[in-house]
């Protein structure tokens, strides 16, 4: 199975792009950087946060091949559930009183709770895709040296080929004269191929 990504949607850079904004948001609404309560913008992207996360990035990574490994569907599932933890009480929070108590310990909720799962999960998701990457690759490479080693053995056959049909029309005379030819041009081929081999070897080393 060939790997065809376009890089510009690359699945890691996706799972980032709607997973990181659970990590500002929820400070700009206790910093109330937004000089808003609406909880439409934080919302939506809070619950996404937490079912790609639940999910264990299923959505981005399943089409590019990679899918992460059970035991860490418990890493994920904790970081989900910090996301939803911190959600509810920054609702909570935004449609109640507000003060500075309330507003420290919600921070420190979102940067020493809910932050280290996160960017722990998005680093799980990083080394599950970069791994398949490799791995692919390395059975690509395998394949093309198998192929390399097939095609050796398959030119110098036909080389040693070429050097006894050239034997036998000389033996016939005149009469294997076009047949001498023949061989001559399939030894030829025989040799370039070797060279090519050859290239292939120095270009994979």
């Avoid at 206790?30 to 939506?44: A, H, N």
């Amino acid at each position: 199975m060939e790997l065809n990504l376009d890089w510009a949607k690359d699945p890691i850079v996706q799972l980032e792009d709607e997973i990181l904004p659970s990590l500002w948001l929820p400070v700009d609404f206790i910093l109330q950087k937004d000089g808003s309560d609406d909880l439409s913008i934080l919302s939506p992207k809070m619950d996404r946060a937490a079912d790609l996360l639940r999910s264990h990035g299923k959505e981005y990574l399943e089409p590019a091949g990679a899918a992460v490994d059970a035991e860490r569907y418990k890493t994920c599932a904790a970081a989900a559930d910090a996301v939803e933890k911190v959600h509810a009480a920054v609702k909570t929070f935004v449609r109640g009183s507000s003060d500075d108590q309330r507003a420290k310990d919600l921070m420190q909720m979102v940067q020493n709770g809910m932050r280290p799962l996160v960017l722990e999960v998005i680093d799980i998701f990083r080394e599950t895709f970069l791994t398949m990457v490799l791995t692919r690759q390395h059975k690509h490479a395998n394949m093309s040296e198998h192929s390399i080693a097939e095609l050796d053995v398959i030119s110098k056959k036909i080389f040693f080929v070429a050097i006894n049909a050239s034997v036998e029309a000389a033996r016939v005379g005149d009469m294997g004269a076009g047949f001498a030819h023949i061989s001559t041009e399939i030894r030829s081929l025989s040799q370039s191929a070797q060279a090519a081999i050859q290239n292939m070897r120095m270009g994979k080393s």
